[in-house]
Antibody, heavy 118, light 107 residues
Framework: QVQLVQSGAEVKKSGSSVKVSCKAS????????ISWVRQAPGQGLEWMGR????????NYAQEFQGRVTISADESTGTAYMELSSLRSEDTAIYFC???????????WGQGTLVTVSS | DIQMTQSPSSLSASVGDRVTITCRAS??????LAWYQQKPGKAPKLLIY???RLESGVPSTFSGSGSGTEFTLTINSLQPDDFATYYC?????????FGQGTKLEIK
């Protein structure tokens, strides 16, 4: 049974960066593709990007190009999402999820609340 | 970018009702569509993938259909646990996108 466990809540200042981790267990990490999705308070889901850890291939949503970096450490089975130049609109819950390549996103991490204050 | 539009944005129904949610894609996505259920404070849960394939463990009261640009999620015989927000997602392209969500409330 695959499980994804994310790092804890963060409070950041505008203009700074945040790095959220997502540790996988229960299956071979190298067989995953990990996507990151965020959800602003009371809003819908927004896909940010994905990584194929074994190939270190990433692709990002246009809206986040240049501000987001997704990485992975195969030795620890952990994926990371770093978002820079934070602004108040980046206040959201950030989720990691396994991208099953044509079979949807499952499972999901528990989410990490990032609050950006001025 | 492919835009996903769900309708309605909210819906009131009673236990035992049958409801249908529609999702339209701005261009042809064949059947590269998934549906998720989300409850307050929780991560989304995958219900349907490839437009009509039921994820393991999901009740058979949920079904999906459609191809191309128009898709539907149907919930038969609504249960109290089904009241939640539902999202469609396309993953036909290298980047994916979600609909804006449909909130299903108890009448």
């Amino acid at each position: 049974q695959v499980q994804l466990v994310q790092s804890g809540a963060e409070v950041k200042k505008s203009g700074s960066s945040v790095k959220v981790s997502c540790k996988a267990s229960g299956d071979t990490f190298s067989s995953y593709t990990i996507s990151w999705v965020r959800q602003a308070p009371g809003q819908g889901l927004e896909w940010m990007g994905r990584i194929i850890p074994t190939l270190h291939i990433t692709n990002y949503a246009q809206e986040f190009q240049g501000r987001v970096t997704i990485s992975a450490d195969e030795s620890t089975g952990t994926a990371y999402m770093e978002l820079s130049s934070l602004r108040s609109e980046d206040t959201a819950i950030y989720f990691c999820t396994r991208d099953k390549s044509g079979r949807g996103f499952d499972p999901w991490g528990q989410g990490t609340l990032v609050t950006v204050s001025s | 970018d492919i835009q996903m539009t769900q309708s309605p944005s909210s819906l009131s129904a009673s236990v035992g009702d049958r409801v249908t949610i529609t999702c339209r894609a701005s261009q042809n996505i064949t059947t590269w569509l998934a549906w998720y259920q989300q409850k307050p404070g929780k991560a989304p849960k995958l219900l349907i993938y490839k437009a009509s394939r039921l994820e393991s463990g999901v009740p058979s009261t949920f079904s999906g259909s459609g191809s191309g640009t128009e898709f539907t999620l149907t919930i038969n015989s609504l249960q109290p646990d089904d009241f939640a927000t539902y999202y469609c997602q396309q993953y036909q392209t290298y980047s994916c996108s979600f609909g804006q969500g449909t909130k299903l409330e108890i009448k």
